[in-house]
């Protein structure tokens, strides 16, 4: 086995590349697309790998997926903020123009722009030599990443739940477009 396909295995643990991304661009160094060199104080950059972009947008998309089957089913199975103008909502697929209309959405929305400035910086910071591994934002306050074993696995785990995620919220989200009258559990 080459250092280039060891390398590639190590990366990506799940072993689930059916289209064949990692061995496309594999080389390319996106660093200077994130540190480029017209800054003045331009600092030495680390290579930001194809690989390594992927696995970030990977694990992000992931958690969000992750969330959002959480949050939807909640909702269809009763759960709702306290107050009036939430109460009304019938069921999630519903909840997207109630929260467009009350204004909520653009909060949402704020809060999304705020969190991909925090996941920039973070790209930033790998870019310029931080050592930080792709989704690591140094957040673990139950301490479950202490043990290298562990951690691993665990972010196998995270890698394979949020793959099964995005399908899960793209099939909740296709059943409740097609029947609307319908909510969970989707009978």
């Known amino acids: 086995m080459t250092h280039k396909h060891h390398t590639l295995s190590h990366i990506n643990r799940a072993g689930f590349d059916p ?3 990692t061995g496309q ?50 909702v269809d199975s009763g759960a709702r903020f ?11 697929f519903h909840a997207h123009d109630a929260a467009v209309a009350n204004g909520s959405m653009g909060f949402l929305l704020l809060c999304a722009f705020v969190l991909e400035l925090a996941g920039g910086a973070a790209i ?27 951690r691993q696995r665990y972010a196998t785990s995270e890698i394979k739940n949020g793959r099964l995620a995005m399908l899960a919220i793209s099939g909740i989200l296709t059943q409740a ?10 009978l």
């Open 124 to 150: 930033f910071d790998q870019a310029k030599g931080s050592g930080r591994q792709a989704g690591d934002f140094s957040f673990d306050p139950l301490g479950l990443g202490k043990d290298a074993k562990k």
């Open 177 to 186: 477009a097609s029947f609307p009258d319908k909510a969970f559990p989707y």
């Open 82 to 92: 306290p107050g009036s103008p939430y109460g009304s909502i019938p069921d999630s």
């Open 25 to 74: 661009w594999l080389d390319k160094d996106w660093s200077q697309q994130i540190v480029p060199d017209i800054w003045p104080d331009a600092t030495p950059r680390t290579p930001v790998t194809t690989v390594q972009w992927m696995r970030e947008s990977e694990l992000k998309h992931g958690r969000v997926a992750m969330l959002a089957v959480l949050g939807w089913v909640a």
């Open 19 to 21: 289209l064949g991304f």
